[in-house]
C-alpha cells in the first residue's frame, strides 16, 4: 500500500526556517519523483520542488531559500526552509509521480505551515 506521510510544519516567525520531512513506503525513492506542492487559502495548488533520479528543481519563489533532499536507506524526503515569509502561509503536500513533469499518482494528507508574528 502507497503512503506519504508529512510532517514538521508549524508555526514559524516571518524570517525563520522549517524543515518539513515526507516519508514514503510502498514504493522506494528510485522509482518516483517526489514533488512538493502548496496551497494556500482560497488558491490552487502550487508547485514548490521536485526531485527524482535525475533531477532537482525549484519553482520561482523556492530558489535560493528552500532545498530539497531525500534520504534514500529512509525513504524520506526533505524540504528545508529559510528565510520563510508570510506568502510561504500554506498547507504543504508531498506527491509520488513517475518524474517531475507528470501529475501526481499519490498524495500525503499535508502539513500546515504558517509565517506569522
Known amino acids: 500500500q502507497v503512503q506519504l506521510v508529512e510532517s514538521g510544519g508549524g508555526l514559524v516567525q516571518p524570517g525563520g526556517s522549517l524543515r518539513l520531512s515526507c516519508i514514503v513506503s510502498?514504493?522506494?525513492?528510485?522509482?518516483?519523483?517526489i514533488n512538493w506542492l502548496r496551497q494556500a487559502p482560497g488558491k490552487a495548488h502550487d508547485g514548490v520542488s521536485c526531485?527524482?533520479?535525475?533531477?532537482?528543481y525549484y519553482t520561482g519563489s523556492a530558489k535560493g531559500r528552500f532545498t530539497i533532499s531525500r534520504d534514500k536507506a529512509k525513504n524520506t524526503v526533505y524540504l528545508q526552509m529559510n528565510s520563510l515569509t508570510r506568502d510561504d502561509t500554506a498547507v504543504y503536500y508531498c506527491?509520488?509521480?513517475?518524474?517531475?513533469?507528470?501529475?501526481?499518482?499519490?498524495w500525503g494528507q499535508g502539513t500546515q505551515v504558517t509565517v506569522s508574528t
Open positions: 506527491t509520488a509521480a513517475p518524474d517531475c513533469q507528470t501529475r501526481p499518482s499519490y
Open positions: 510502498g514504493f522506494t525513492l528510485d522509482d518516483y519523483a
Open positions: 526531485i527524482s533520479e535525475r533531477v532537482t
